[in-house]
């Protein structure tokens, strides 16, 4: 049973604090992922990496960035938290380039206030 | 560049009722499609794709090419099919699938 998790279900930030939320999977993925749910936005997707120390930026990769040193770990990184990203993230992780299904984490709950 | 259009933000239905969820797509080529839920404090997990032609859960999604829709559909909703459910795209040859921004289902008692 592949398993997604997070580091945090709930987090609560200052403006300008940098802010790492992560995101672990232990079924030996290739591919992983960080997405923005927002209500009536849907999924969007922020950054992707298809390898380790491999990444591509998403549809909204702006204020973000990321890193992926090991295989299971992808860390998504605010630099600087703004209210804008007040927002619910979600961690996925596919298992390699032909792969369909995405596994999901939890969530984490962000708020910056 | 592909798009997932569902129409619909919120569905609310009585149990016994038969439920659609509207999904319509945008790809010049051949494209995957699928059906992503999330239940209530749940994480979201894959529902059904569209190669598998399967019901899950009573629900079934046929692709229609000539409208590009793929439309969820269930003949007698349950209250624990209430959920937030994602369509979703998978251009040929790509990993990266575009979402669509979800319809929430509310089944009434």
């Known amino acids: 049973d592949v398993k997604v998790t997070q580091s945090s279900r709930y987090l609560v930030k200052r403006t300008g604090e940098k802010v790492f939320l992560e995101c672990v999977q232990d079924?030996?993925?290739?591919?992983m992922f960080w997405y923005r749910q927002d209500p009536g936005l849907g999924l969007r997707l922020i950054y992707f990496s298809y390898d380790v120390k491999m990444k591509e930026k998403g549809d909204i990769p702006e204020g973000y960035s990321v890193s992926r040193e090991k295989k299971e770990r992808f860390s998504l990184i605010l630099e600087s938290a703004s209210t804008n990203q007040t927002s619910m993230y979600l961690c996925?992780?596919?298992?390699?380039?032909?792969?369909?299904?995405?596994?999901f984490g939890p969530g984490t709950r962000l708020t910056v206030t | 560049a592909q798009r997932v259009t569902q129409p619909e933000k919120l569905l609310s239905v009585f149990k016994g009722a038969p439920v659609e969820l509207k999904c319509n797509y945008s790809?010049?080529?051949?494209?995957?499609l699928f059906w992503y839920v999330q239940y209530s404090r749940q994480r979201l997990q894959l529902l059904l794709r569209?190669?598998s032609r399967e019901s899950i859960k009573g629900f079934t999604a046929d692709l229609n090419k000539g409208e590009t829709s793929f439309h969820l559909k269930k003949p007698f909703a349950q209250e624990e099919d209430s959920a937030m459910y994602y369509c979703a795209l998978l251009p040929g040859g790509s990993y990266i699938p575009t979402f669509g921004r979800g319809t929430s289902l509310i089944v009434h008692p």
């Open positions: 079924m030996d993925h290739e591919n």
């Open positions: 790809y010049s080529g051949s494209p995957e």
């Open positions: 569209h190669i």
């Open positions: 996925a992780s596919s298992f390699g380039p032909a792969s369909y299904e995405q596994y």
